[in-house]
């Protein structure tokens, strides 16, 4: 069954460090997102791709994050400086259309900022 | 802003049992999908009912939606260790591509 891979599993960085998470969506997917749980919270959304811009954004994704899919079949996040509040769990999703379908979620990027 | 929310359960309950777990929220939704995460993994996608379905089976999953009073139901029959896990379920509303997460129930089926 197809697979949305994310790399590393574990990161650990020091505050104010730029970090970049990586993915790869399931291939014939339209869009792309990024969603976050810090620990023993909800898992909340950051950020929707498609057709290679932006579609929607949550408070969350301010001017330290962007997302950027660079060569049709990575998707990347990335935080620019670091901060300890951003220690969660990322988790990479793909969708084939948008509505009414599921979304296949990665098994999650750990980010550890200390 | 809409949000998916759980009854605030842990659930414990012995291997053959059913589960049952409940989702509501606030404003009009376009679907509501359940999810599965195992500790400490990534969510899987379990089943998926759309605003104008009441009820869905998948397995041994079956999820009703109730539109009138804004809720969900999952319920897992014959449960298996292998259903330990949390359970979320998420609201995708109309003209916003984006999933709004409760905040999940833990499960524990003893065997």
């Known amino acids: 069954e197809p697979e949305v891979t994310q790399t590393p599993s574990h990161q650990v960085t020091q505050m104010g460090q730029e970090v970049i998470l990586r993915c790869v969506p399931i291939?014939?997917?339209?869009?792309f997102y990024w969603y976050r749980q810090i620990l023993g919270q909800k898992v909340e959304f950051l950020v929707s791709f498609y057709n290679n811009e932006i579609s929607e954004k949550s408070e969350i994704f301010d001017d330290q994050f962007s997302v950027e899919r660079p060569d049709g079949s990575n998707f990347t996040l990335k935080i620019r400086s670091t901060k300890l509040e951003d220690s969660a769990m990322y988790f990479c999703?793909?969708?084939?259309?948008?509505?009414?379908?599921?979304?296949?979620f990665g098994s999650g990027t750990r980010l550890t900022v200390v | 802003s809409q949000q998916g929310e759980e009854d605030p359960q842990a659930l414990s309950i012995q291997e053959g049992e059913n589960a049952t777990m409940n989702c509501s929220y606030k404003t009009s939704i376009n679907n509501l999908q359940w999810y599965r995460q195992n500790s400490g993994r990534g969510l899987v996608h379990l089943i998926l009912i759309r605003s104008n379905e009441r009820e869905k089976h998948s397995g041994r999953l079956r999820v009703t939606l109730d539109t009138s009073k804004k809720s969900s139901s999952l319920l897992i029959t014959a449960s298996r260790a292998a259903d330990t896990a949390s359970y979320f379920c998420?609201?995708?509303?109309?003209?916003?591509?984006?999933?709004?997460f409760g905040k999940g129930n833990q499960v524990v089926v003893i065997p």
């Open positions: 291939s014939n997917h339209l869009y």
């Open positions: 998420a609201t995708d509303f109309y003209g916003n591509n984006r999933l709004a």
């Open positions: 999703a793909s969708s084939e259309l948008v509505s009414n379908y599921g979304y296949t």
